[in-house]
């Protein structure tokens, strides 16, 4: 959805703008090709090798590029660190990127038969082998249906922990099979989906760092400036409207009948009031996109 961020996110050629989840640098390098030389993109994001990817394909703007290896929790610590109370605009495109799940040592893809792993900071010490071999039952489950929305969860969890009790569950592979052995041909590549967003949003936290990057979003664009978001399922979608919604009130309401509500300023304006679908022929060409919303708002 290169075109639609661009039409809702750069609105100065001479502005600062973040791209908060620069993956392989796609997004970074059509909002450079629309800056003037006084323009600048930010990037962060919390993968070191995605900044060393997303590096060469932007080195021939220089400066005007600066990357960071940050997760955007952390947006207000880095553009202060950079020297930078406001921008002008701030780019979120969730989730997994392309280059990510591309990648076979990064084991987020059960395409293939790879360590199990699904960090997007290697320094972190949980990663989804930890999870699937550490967590109780209960845990599983919960965490299966919360972040994966999955049905048969409780029964994957069962399996995985029956399994893991004669051999740890080391790779891709070996995490597919068991789910595979519990939903049947019929409608696995779906669980399967699930299970493995499931158990990636677990080990990197992504549903909380998201609502803090968003709050302090908020708070650092500038007037004017604007914020787009594309997610790509329901949880993430749901977490951008609230936040919207939130920062765009008017009042606050009193949770009482008896009582007023208290008015407040609009932090925000909202203006896609329904999220952006990307054009079918892009669905066509890129099946990853299919599901993808692109929501965005305006600081008042």
């Known amino acids: 959805m290169v075109q639609e961020v661009l039409g809702y996110l750069v609105t100065r050629a001479d502005g600062v703008y973040v791209d908060a989840t620069l993956g392989g640098g ?12 006084k323009g600048k993109l930010i990037g962060l994001d919390a993968d070191a090798d995605a ?45 997994v990127s392309s280059f990510q799940l591309d990648e076979s040592s990064k084991g987020f893809s059960f395409r293939g038969d790879e360590r199990l792993d ?27 249906w919360k972040y994966g929305e999955e049905k048969n969860g409780r029964r994957i969890a069962r399996a995985i922990t029956r399994i893991r009790g004669r051999h740890t569950i080391e790779t891709t592979g070996q995490l597919a099979d068991v789910i595979e052995s519990v939903v049947g041909n019929r409608f696995v590549t779906k669980s399967l989906a699930r299970v493995f967003q499931a158990i990636r949003i677990e080990v990197n936290n992504e549903l909380e760092n998201l609502r803090q990057a968003l709050l ?24 951008v409207k609230q936040t919207f919604k939130t920062a765009a009130a008017t009042s606050i309401p009193s949770g009482s009948k008896l009582l007023p509500d208290t008015p407040v300023e609009p932090r925000i304006a909202v203006i896609t009031k329904k999220p952006v679908l990307p054009a079918s022929q892009e669905q066509s060409n890129n099946p990853r996109a299919r599901s993808a919303k692109l929501r965005a708002a305006e600081r008042l």
């Not at 796609?26 to 030389?37: D, P, S, T, V, Y």
């Not at 699904?118 to 299966?144: F, K, T």
């Open 26 to 37: 796609g997004h970074a390098e059509a909002i450079l090709q629309k800056l003037g030389a």
């Open 51 to 95: 900044i060393a990817e997303a590096g060469k394909r932007l080195k021939p703007y220089g400066k005007q590029a600066v990357l960071v290896n940050e997760n955007f929790r952390s947006l207000n610590a880095v553009l202060a660190a950079q020297g930078y109370q406001n921008v002008l605009g701030v780019l979120f495109d969730l989730g």
């Open 118 to 144: 699904m960090r997007m900071d290697r320094s972190q010490p949980l990663d989804a082998q930890a999870v699937v071999n550490s967590y109780d039952e209960q845990q599983l489950a919960d965490i299966i």
């Open 216 to 239: 302090e979003a908020v708070e650092t664009v500038e007037r004017h400036g604007r914020i787009v978001v594309i997610s790509y399922h329901s949880l993430e979608d749901r977490i």
